[in-house]
Nanobody, 124 residues
C-alpha cells in the first residue's frame, strides 16, 4: 500500500517562500507520477503541479507557473514543492498524490493515492 506524508507547511508572509515535502513509502518511486494539489476553504481542489519521478518532467497550472517548482530525491523517496513569491491567494491545504504511470504526468488525472495534507497560510 502506497503511503504519502506531507510536511513543511506553516505561516509565511506575502512574498515569502516555503518548501513542502512529500515522502512516499510502499513502492519504488521511479514508476510514479506525483501530483500536488491544494484546497482553500470554500473552494474546489486545484491541481497545481506534477512531476514524473522517472523522467523529471513537470507540469504546472497557470496560477503557479513561474513561482512554484517541483523536484525529487529518489534516494529519499521524497518529492518537493518549492513555493516562491507566495500570495495570500495561495493559502490552502496542500496535498501530494501518486499514480503509477512512468515518464509523464498530468494535472487532469485522478491520482488514487493521497496524503493527509499540510496547511499553508500566507498572511502578514
Amino acid at each position: 500500500q502506497l503511503q504519502l506524508v506531507e510536511s513543511g507547511g506553516g505561516l509565511v508572509q506575502p512574498g515569502g517562500s516555503l518548501r513542502l515535502s512529500c515522502v512516499v513509502s510502499g513502492s519504488t518511486l521511479n514508476y510514479y507520477a506525483i501530483g500536488w494539489f491544494r484546497q482553500a476553504p470554500g473552494k474546489e481542489r486545484e491541481a497545481i503541479g506534477c512531476i514524473s519521478v522517472g523522467s523529471g518532467k513537470t507540469n504546472f497550472a497557470d496560477s503557479v507557473r513561474g513561482r512554484f517548482t517541483i523536484s525529487r530525491d529518489n534516494a529519499k523517496s521524497t518529492v518537493y514543492l518549492q513555493m516562491n513569491s507566495l500570495e495570500p491567494e495561495d493559502t490552502a491545504v496542500y496535498y501530494c498524490a501518486a499514480m503509477r504511470v512512468p515518464f509523464v504526468c498530468s494535472l487532469s488525472w485522478n491520482y488514487p493515492y493521497r496524503g493527509q495534507g499540510t496547511q499553508v497560510i500566507v498572511s502578514s
